[in-house]
């Protein structure tokens, strides 16, 4: 028998059941439940529409063919950023490139000691768009696929496929350790039938994944 989570409705794995077999969990809400409470709850299905408001910084748009959901990028950490970044372009790249380009002359030995900090602009520059006009965009449409596309100002990295392969969705919480101490960021991922999942990265805000993966969870129960 399938027992459903009061709040959301959706299916609660009979391995977020205690051993004394009284209390459930769901992921998806952080919620504990009495496992009579689950099995006399109804299924998403049966509820009403859901009123629940996606917190700040997504923005879901739905019609008959499909849905949108946008998460914003934007940081202030662009502030910082983006004269970080000015000032580590005209010091290294000016001083390595930029006498070369003036005196007329290229020196081999420099250029490929300046590769590094040109790779280090590049990534300081996708920082720093990323935080001042990136989008991460969540959408289903009329061709039946799933697309998960990041970028901003029309250029983005798209990867897709096909929403009926989409079995469920999870927020994963990873942990980096840096200079002795940890940051902890959040993403929503998609697990397919066949092939590798997909993720959709929130950075350190656990509410707008938990929010992604109770509704793709939600559009893919009632899709059945």
Not at 17 to 42: F, H, M, N, Q, W
Not at 145 to 169: E, H, Q
Not at 207 to 216: D, N, P, S
Request: with cysteine.
């Amino acid at each position: 028998m399938t027992i459903h989570c009061p709040a959301c409705g959706l299916p609660i794995l009979p391995t977020e059941i205690t051993p004394a077999g009284d209390l459930a969990y769901c992921r998806l809400c952080e919620r504990t439940s009495t496992v009579d409470a689950c099995r006399a709850a109804k299924p998403l299905a049966q509820h009403p529409a859901s009123s629940e408001t996606p917190p700040k910084g997504l923005q879901l748009t739905e019609n008959l063919t499909g849905f949108q959901v946008v998460l914003s990028t934007a940081s202030w950490v662009a502030l910082i950023i983006w004269p970080f970044m000015l000032v580590w372009a005209g010091g290294s790249l000016g001083g390595i490139y930029g006498r070369q380009i003036k005196s007329g002359e290229f020196n081999w030995l420099m250029s490929l000691f300046g590769l590094p900090f040109l790779a280090g602009t590049v990534v300081l520059f996708g920082v720093a768009f990323m935080s001042t006009f990136g989008r991460v965009i969540v959408e289903s449409g009329q061709d039946g696929l799933l697309r998960i596309r990041k970028g901003g100002l029309g250029l983005y990295w798209t990867k897709s496929a096909a929403w009926m392969d989409v079995v469920s969705a999870e927020v994963v919480e990873e942990t980096r350790r840096r200079k002795g101490s940890y940051t902890t960021s959040y993403a929503c991922v998609l697990k397919l039938r066949q092939g590798d999942p997909l993720k959709v990265g929130t950075s350190t805000d656990r509410e707008q994944a938990a929010w992604l993966a109770r509704y793709l969870a939600g559009r893919i129960f009632l899709r059945r």
